[in-house]
């Protein structure tokens, strides 16, 4: 049982579209991240949220923790091909000091 | 403003041979940490130091691997007795003192065991 569920698994689009990920958990995080990571790369940090409804905007990404901090949302505006990657979201648990548990993740393609 | 590296990018080898990966962490970072990432799947925590001392390893670290951080600055992560499951992408981050969620990756090592 994955601890951090994201949804969907993978998405195709195309250019323009509007589209949110999402990741759940049972579990209270202390802190959550969302990262984007290309083929072959290690991933690069996007955001880190540590305060419940918390709501960060970097141009057209939004990123939500929710209320209880047991659950968070990426939502992207008018995406573009260069959005293509795999966005991970991963959070450090209360109980787990600093290490981070990630999801599976969520592939997302944005066709021209 | 240099950020984690790790060496070799990549390693193909020999299944029961040994392999040692290296990573350099952000400069002052005191916080670094190795995962691993099979296709797929997101990364696994493996262990992390604070300065050089390990302070947690993950139950996923057998006791084929060994990792250190003798001066509290650059790791070393090795595997000894390779298997065909130990191949996976290892990765290693860094965070600094004043947030230490926030972990900054490394371009990670490709591990291919055959």
């Known amino acids: 049982t994955q601890l951090l569920e994201q949804s969907p698994q993978f998405l195709s689009i195309q250019e323009g579209e509007n589209l949110t990920v999402y990741c759940n958990s049972s579990?209270?995080?202390?802190?959550l991240q969302w990262y984007r990571q290309e083929p072959g790369e290690g991933p690069v940090l996007l955001v880190t949220?540590?305060?419940?409804?918390e709501v960060k905007k970097l141009k057209r990404l939004t990123f939500q923790f929710g209320d209880a901090r047991k659950d968070s949302s990426l939502h992207i505006t008018a995406a573009q091909p260069g959005d293509t990657g795999l966005y991970l979201c991963?959070?450090?648990?209360?109980?787990?000091?600093?290490?981070?548990?990630f999801g599976e993740g969520t592939q997302l393609t944005v066709n021209p | 403003d240099t950020g984690v590296s790790q060496n070799p990018r990549h390693k193909i080898t020999k299944r029961g041979q040994n392999v040692t990966f290296r990573c350099d962490p952000i400069?002052?970072?005191?916080?670094l940490y190795w995962y691993r990432q099979t296709l797929g799947q997101g990364p696994e925590f493996l262990t992390y130091?604070?300065?050089?001392?390990?302070?947690?390893k993950s139950r996923l670290l057998s006791d084929r691997f060994s990792a250190e951080r003798p001066k509290g600055s650059f790791s070393t992560l090795e595997i000894q007795r390779t298997e065909q499951g130990d191949s996976a992408m290892y990765l290693c981050?860094?965070?600094?003192?004043?947030?230490?969620?926030?972990?900054?990756f490394g371009p990670g090592t490709r591990l291919t065991v055959t």
């Open positions: 981050a860094s965070s600094p003192r004043s947030a230490t969620y926030e972990q900054y």
């Open positions: 579990s209270v995080f202390s802190s």
């Open positions: 949220v540590v305060t419940g409804g």
């Open positions: 991963a959070g450090a648990l209360e109980t787990s000091g600093s290490r981070l548990t």
């Open positions: 400069s002052e970072h005191n916080r």
């Open positions: 130091f604070q300065n050089e001392a390990q302070l947690e």
